[in-house]
Every structure is written in structure tokens, then in C-alpha cells.
């Protein structure tokens, strides 16, 4: 169980830094460490493989993409009729409230 003060969970860190991603492989050595702290700590979103790993996280790839999720829209709403003092019946247009 992580503790509140997890350094991986604060948002101002990369989600993606201890995926093991060969992408990021080559910030992560001694020569590399300063771009590392300055990309994976606090500046990913100027990172393409952040974006990159955030889209394929969402809609998969070209090897194993994800399902479309297809969203149902609201049920259409029953017309309501009214009548009116005269006995005739009055229809109320929906306006989407």
C-alpha cells in the first residue's frame, strides 16, 4: 500500500517513470540524468513519449487497439400532452432542458 507522500503518485511526475518503457531507456542513464529529472519530474508534458504512452494507455495500438466505447445518448423524452380548458389536447415540444 503506498503511503500519502509517494513521490510516484504525485501528479507532477511522470505516471508513466517506472513502466519500464524502452522509449524512455535512454534518459535513464548516468549521462542522461540531469534531462531526466528535468523531463520525467515536472516537465512530461513536453514530452512526446509521455504522449505518446498516454494515447496507447487510452486507445491502445496498431497491434492490440481497444474497443470503440460507443456512447448512448440520453433517451428521448416522451411527448407530453396537455389539455387544455377548451378539450383540445395541446403537445409540449421538448427544448432540451
Do not use: W
Not at 47 to 61: D, I, S
Amino acid at each position: 500500500m503506498a503511503s500519502s507522500d509517494d513521490p510516484m503518485r504525485d501528479p507532477a511526475h511522470c505516471p508513466h517513470i517506472d513502466r519500464g518503457d524502452n522509449r524512455c531507456s535512454q534518459r535513464f542513464t548516468l549521462g542522461n540524468a540531469e534531462q531526466a529529472f528535468a523531463v520525467c519530474c515536472g516537465g512530461q508534458h513536453g514530452c512526446a513519449v509521455f504522449h505518446r504512452l498516454n494515447m496507447e494507455q487510452a486507445y491502445g495500438t496498431l497491434d492490440a487497439p481497444k474497443p470503440a466505447v460507443r456512447r448512448i445518448g440520453a433517451p428521448a423524452a416522451t411527448p407530453l400532452t396537455v389539455s387544455a380548458a377548451h378539450a383540445r389536447n395541446l403537445s409540449i415540444r421538448n427544448l432540451g432542458a
